[in-house]
């Protein structure tokens, strides 16, 4: 049972353009959540994160947007770089364990 | 800080061989976790620590792996014996807590043939 899912498995974009990437989640206790950001041959670095309590956090190109009644959260890249391609993680946190989701491969095209 | 430390970096054994795959979390983290990394399976918690202590070793696949947290700046994570389908990418992470974020090493790559 897959309690974290990003249903979309590969995203293209053309540089400069805004990439977005969703993430759902099931578990209503979860109240932490962040997004991952992996090259090959590295691991995930974090990205950006959001609490509950908020529904919007911004930092520099990135923002993500939480939507506590659907279960939703996105983050927005804008303007993507060619540099952003990698493969997007989010996470949920309703403790001391995250719960990751299945992964995006962001490919920006100059 | 250097960050989460893992080696090797790279593992190829045969099946049926012991693999020992070790961790340094970063310096005053007092959470440590384990995760494979599969395509099938994505991103896995296998097992974490709290000051040492194992909390939750439920992801662990079988009674062949184990982990130990010896110290607060050691881990390891063993298979034995090791299978083919063991192959994957481990990452070892580490935190402070609640509402921190995890800092991943950059993962032990294992080929077992």
């Known amino acids: 049972d897959q309690q974290v899912k990003q249903n979309s498995p590969s995203l293209s974009v053309q540089e400069g353009r805004i990439s977005i990437l969703n993430c759902d989640y099931t578990?209503?206790?979860?109240?932490?959540f962040l997004w991952y950001k992996k090259y090959p041959a590295e691991g995930p670095t974090f990205l950006i994160s959001i609490s509950s309590i908020k529904d919007k956090n911004e930092d520099g190109r990135f923002t993500v947007f939480l939507n506590k009644s659907a279960k939703h959260l996105s983050l927005h890249i804008v303007p993507s770089q060619p540099g952003d391609s990698a493969v997007y993680f989010c996470a949920a946190s309703g403790g001391n364990m995250l719960t990751f989701g299945g992964g995006t491969r962001l490919m920006v095209k100059p | 800080d250097a960050g989460v430390i893992q080696s090797p970096r790279h593992e190829v054994t045969e099946m049926g061989q012991e693999v020992t795959l070790r961790c340094k979390p970063i310096s005053g983290h007092d959470y440590l976790f384990w995760y494979r990394q599969t395509m099938m399976r994505g991103l896995e918690l296998l097992i974490y620590?709290?000051?040492?202590?194992?909390?939750?070793d439920s992801g662990m696949p079988e009674d062949r792996f184990s982990a130990k947290m010896p110290n607060a700046s050691f881990s390891t994570l063993k298979i034995q014996p090791s299978e083919p389908r063991d192959s994957a990418v481990y990452f070892c992470a580490s935190f402070l807590g609640y509402n921190s974020p995890l800092h991943f090493g950059n993962g032990t790559r294992l080929t077992v043939t």
């Open positions: 578990n209503s206790m979860f109240d932490y």
């Open positions: 620590f709290n000051n040492n202590v194992p909390i939750d």
